[in-house]
């Protein structure tokens, strides 16, 4: 798939960023970490941003909810960090076999349907505060 990717400004970075049909298509890079590095809760403008911009370009509402994106992302830019505090949180998830969370170049965030991972992000979603709390 050829993917036509732009530059969103979001809290005056500017993230790589494509769409395709039911799914985003983030860079995981240099500029993504530093505008995460300090304040982990921009997760949340990112992906308000991309929910916007998802919906201008493409024309119709992506059927994700901004917590479960933002907590997709987090765990594609700091997955040691996260499964580490998910086994705190939830001491269950270290008997699960193949639950290992992966740094992706390119952090693919699809709709239920389009995204094999996308029910491990919605389940999480009402940890998003207790996650992002831990974090830093």
């Known amino acids: 798939m050829n993917l036509n990717y732009r530059l969103l400004n979001v809290n005056n970075h500017h993230i790589h960023v494509a769409f395709s049909d039911h799914t985003i298509h983030l860079k995981n890079n240099q500029v993504l970490n530093e505008l995460l590095k300090n304040e982990a809760l921009a997760c949340r403008d990112i992906a308000q941003t991309l929910k916007q911009n998802y919906q201008e370009q493409m024309k119709r509402h992506l059927n994700i909810s901004t917590d479960s994106i933002a907590l997709e992302i987090l765990g594609h830019v ?3 960090k996260i499964a580490s505090i998910l086994y705190t949180i939830l001491p ?6 193949g ?33 992002v709390d831990r974090l830093h």
């Open 78 to 80: 700091y997955p040691h």
């Open 99 to 131: 639950f290992i969370l992966d740094k992706t170049d390119i952090i693919d965030i699809g709709e239920s349907g389009y995204d094999s991972n996308r029910w491990i992000w919605d389940r999480l979603e009402p940890l998003y505060t207790a996650i």
């Open 92 to 97: 269950a998830l270290k008997s699960m076999p």
